[in-house]
C-alpha cells in the first residue's frame, strides 16, 4: 500500500489519541470543579476527537480499498466512534455534562487498548477472502463516482450495526457505574462533595434503561445480518462459533435486563448490575473471545 497514505491514518489516530485524553480529562476538571468554561471546552474537544477519528476510519478505508471494519483496530476505532457520537447526542438531549467524566473516560481506554495492540492488527493488508463481501448495486452506483472502494456489504452492516449497538451498551455501563456511586452516597449520608454533583439516582437508572432500549434493537439486527453474511461466506447461517455463542449470550443478558425492567418492575441497583455484567459480557465477547478462543471469527 502506498506509504503516505498508511501515516495518513495512523496520524489521525494519533490525533484524536491526545484529544481524547485531553477530552476526558477535561469532563473530569468538569465534574470536580463545576466550571462553566470547562464543560464547554470538554464539549468542543470531544466533537474535535470524534472529527479526527471519523478523518481515520476514512483515510483507512481509502488505504485498504474496504470498509475499516474487518480487524481488531479498525472495529475499535469504529467503537470509539460511535461511542462518541452516542454521548455528544444524549449530552445534547440531557444537558449532563457530568456523565462525560466517566464515558469519555471509557472512550479514552479504549483509544488506549487500541493503540497497544500488535503492529499486526494495524498494518494495511490484503482483505480476508471470507471478508470480501460488497453489494454489487452499491459497487454499480458508486462506480460512476470512482468511489467503488467505499461500498459495503453485509460483513460491514453487520459490524456497523453491532458496534452501534455495543456504544449504547458502554453508554449504559458508564451511568450504571455512576448509578451505583450515587445510591452508595445516598444511603450512606454522605452526599456531599464529588456524588452532590452527580445527577439523582432516578435519572441515571432512567437514562442507563435507554440507552439499553437503543443498543438492543441494534445488536440483534448485527447477530441477523450476520448471520445473512455467514452463510454467504462459509454456507452455513450459524456454526455455534464461540462469537456466535458469546454474541448470543450477550443478547439473553440484555433481552434479561429489559425482560425484567418491563415485566417485572426492576429498578435501581439490579439493572445496575445487570447492565454492567452485560458489558464485561461484551468484553470477552471482543477481547477474550478474540485471543483465547479461537475460531472463524480468529481474524477479527
Given amino acids: 500500500m502506498d506509504g503516505p497514505k498508511v501515516v495518513?491514518?495512523?496520524?489521525?489516530?494519533?490525533?484524536?489519541?491526545a484529544f481524547y485524553a485531553i477530552t476526558a480529562v477535561l469532563y473530569i476538571g468538569h465534574w470536580?470543579?463545576?466550571?462553566?468554561w470547562l464543560g464547554q471546552t470538554a464539549t468542543a474537544m470531544a466533537v474535535i476527537a470524534a472529527f479526527a477519528m471519523t478523518m481515520m476510519l476514512i483515510s483507512r478505508a481509502?488505504?485498504?480499498?474496504?470498509?475499516?471494519?474487518?480487524n481488531l483496530y479498525e472495529s475499535m476505532a469504529l467503537f470509539i466512534w460511535a461511542l462518541t457520537i452516542g454521548y455528544l447526542i444524549m449530552e445534547v438531549k440531557y444537558k449532563l455534562k457530568v456523565i462525560g467524566a466517566f464515558v469519555m473516560s471509557i472512550a479514552f481506554l479504549a483509544m488506549l487498548a487500541a493503540s497497544m495492540l500488535p503492529y499486526r492488527f494495524k498494518a494495511v493488508g490484503p482483505l480476508n477472502p471470507a471478508l470480501q463481501n460488497k453489494w454489487k448495486w452499491m459497487v454499480d452506483l458508486f462506480e460512476k463516482f470512482g468511489l467503488e472502494r467505499y461500498a459495503i456489504g453485509w460483513l460491514d452492516f453487520h459490524v456497523f450495526t453491532t458496534f452501534i449497538g455495543y456504544a449504547a451498551f458502554a453508554i449504559a455501563f458508564g451511568i450504571s457505574i455512576m448509578y451505583l456511586i450515587k445510591v452508595r452516597g445516598e444511603k450512606s449520608g454522605k452526599e456531599?462533595?464529588?456524588m452532590s454533583k452527580l445527577p439523582s439516582s432516578?435519572?441515571?437508572?432512567?437514562?442507563?434503561?435507554?440507552?439499553?432500549?437503543?443498543g438492543f434493537?441494534?445488536?440483534?439486527?448485527?447477530?441477523?445480518?450476520?448471520a445473512v453474511w455467514a452463510n454467504a461466506a462459509w454456507g452455513t447461517y450459524w456454526s455455534w462459533d464461540p462469537k456466535e455463542t458469546w454474541s448470543l449470550i450477550t443478547w439473553f443478558v440484555y433481552a434479561a435486563y429489559l425482560h425484567a425492567r418491563v415485566t417485572?418492575?426492576?429498578r435501581g441497583t439490579k439493572?445496575?448490575?445487570?447492565?454492567?455484567?452485560?458489558?464485561?459480557?461484551?468484553?470477552?465477547?471482543?477481547?477474550?473471545?478474540?485471543?483465547?478462543?479461537?475460531?472463524?471469527?480468529?481474524?477479527?
Avoid: N, Q
Avoid at 62 to 70: N, Q
Avoid at 202 to 214: F, N, P, V
Fill in 8 to 17: 495518513m491514518s495512523l496520524m489521525f489516530f494519533t490525533m484524536a489519541f
Fill in 32 to 36: 470536580i470543579f463545576k466550571k462553566k
Fill in 62 to 70: 481509502g488505504e485498504s480499498g474496504h470498509a475499516p471494519f474487518s
Fill in 192 to 194: 456531599g462533595g464529588l
Fill in 202 to 214: 432516578k435519572m441515571l437508572d432512567e437514562i442507563s434503561y435507554r440507552g439499553i432500549a437503543w
Fill in 217 to 226: 434493537p441494534f445488536l440483534g439486527i448485527g447477530i441477523v445480518s450476520g
Fill in 264 to 266: 417485572r418492575g426492576w
Fill in 271 to 300: 439493572c445496575a448490575w445487570v447492565s454492567i455484567l452485560g458489558f464485561l459480557a461484551i468484553l470477552f465477547l471482543y477481547w477474550g473471545v478474540s485471543f483465547i478462543l479461537p475460531g472463524l471469527h480468529a481474524y477479527a
